[in-house]
Nanobody, 126 residues
C-alpha cells in the first residue's frame, strides 16, 4: 500500500504561482510513476502532469505545458507541481496519484493509477 498526502494549495491571483507537494509513504519501492490530476466543479477529473519514478520522464496536458513543471525528490519520496502563470481556469481540486502497475511510458489516464491522495484546493482569482 502507498499513502499520499498533498499540500500547498491555496488562493492566488491570476498570473501568480503555487507549488504543490505530494509526500508518499508505505510501499515506496512499488511506485512506477506519479501524477497530478484536477477536478473543477461540474467537470470530470482531468490529467495535469506525470513523472516516472525511475528515470524522470514526464508528460503534461496541453493546457499546462510551459506553465507547470512536475519534479520529484526520490530521497524525500515527494513529487512537486510548480504552477506558474496561473489562470482562473486552473481553479480545481488537485489530486496526487501513484501507480504500482508496470506500464509503458508515462501514464495519463486516471484508471492507470491505483493510489490517490485526498486532494488540495487551488483557487485562482481574476
Amino acid at each position: 500500500q502507498v499513502q499520499l498526502v498533498e499540500s500547498g494549495g491555496g488562493l492566488v491571483q491570476a498570473g501568480g504561482s503555487l507549488r504543490l507537494s505530494c509526500a508518499a509513504s508505505g510501499s515506496i519501492f512499488s511506485i512506477n510513476a506519479m501524477g497530478w490530476f484536477r477536478q473543477a466543479p461540474g467537470k470530470e477529473r482531468e490529467f495535469v502532469a506525470a513523472i516516472r519514478w525511475s528515470g524522470g520522464s514526464t508528460n503534461y496536458a496541453d493546457s499546462v505545458k510551459g506553465r507547470f513543471t512536475i519534479s520529484r525528490d526520490n530521497a524525500k519520496n515527494t513529487v512537486y507541481l510548480q504552477m506558474d502563470s496561473l489562470k482562473p481556469e486552473d481553479t480545481a481540486v488537485y489530486y496526487c496519484a501513484a501507480t504500482s502497475v508496470i506500464q509503458f511510458g508515462v501514464p495519463v489516464r486516471s484508471r492507470s493509477y491505483n493510489y490517490w491522495g485526498q486532494g488540495t484546493q487551488v483557487t485562482v482569482s481574476s
